[in-house]
Each structure stands twice: as C-alpha cells, then as structure tokens.
C-alpha cells in the first residue's frame, strides 16, 4: 500500500497571500504562487497548479475563463503530493493563508506489485 497523499486547495484566482512582512504587504504576491513556492521549501514531493477553464467555487455563479481576460473568481488548484502527516504538516503551518480556501484529502493508492 502506498504512502502517498494529495491534497487539492480551491480558491479563488484573485485570492493574495497574507503579508508577512512590509514589502510583502506591499506587493502580496497570488496565493496560488506563493503556495507553491512555500511547497518548494518545505520539500513537498510534488506541487502543481492545475489550469482550470470554467467552474465555479460555493455560493458562485460559473465562471469561464476568456481570452480577453481572467475573472476574479476563476477557481484555481493547487495540488500537493506526500505524506499525509507532512500535508497535514504544511496546512497547519500556513493556515493563515488558507482561510476561505477549500481543501480535499484524499489518499493515493497504487496498483499491487506482483
């Protein structure tokens, strides 16, 4: 059985990070982005953001991205992939960015060796 884990965090495009120090407030960067660079330092396995075209998010109306410009609420996903205890590790530690965001756990099982 495998070890593995993913756990998929929706949000809105236009979320921000929370500025944790002044040129941060400043210039809050997307909360998608610094997500994964905060899952790159904490050498999580695998992190990706998954380009969502249409969706929406709860309490939403649908939403389609456009070519001539991406509206704010465009749910956006991250994936992360490791352990469950190390993931459960990185959202307790960056709670202060997850408010409002929607988080699924699930458990990745691979198919048995011979």
């Known amino acids: 059985m495998s070890e593995l884990t993913a756990v998929r965090l929706y949000f809105p495009l236009s979320a921000r990070a929370k500025g ?35 969706g929406y998010l709860p309490g939403e109306k649908l939403q389609h991205d456009h070519f001539e410009g991406r509206p704010a609420k465009l749910p956006q996903c991250i994936e992360l992939v490791d352990t469950e205890s ?3 590790r990185f959202l307790h530690d960056h709670k202060a960015d997850l408010e409002g965001v929607r ?11 011979p």
């Not at 988080?103 to 060796?113: H, T």
């Open 86 to 88: 190390k993931l459960r």
């Open 20 to 54: 944790k120090h002044f040129w941060h407030r400043l210039t809050t960067p997307g909360l998608g982005h610094h997500l994964l660079r905060a899952a790159k330092l904490a050498h999580i396995q695998q992190a990706v953001m998954l380009t969502v075209t249409s």
């Open 103 to 113: 988080a699924v756990l699930y458990r990745c099982e691979l198919p048995l060796q």
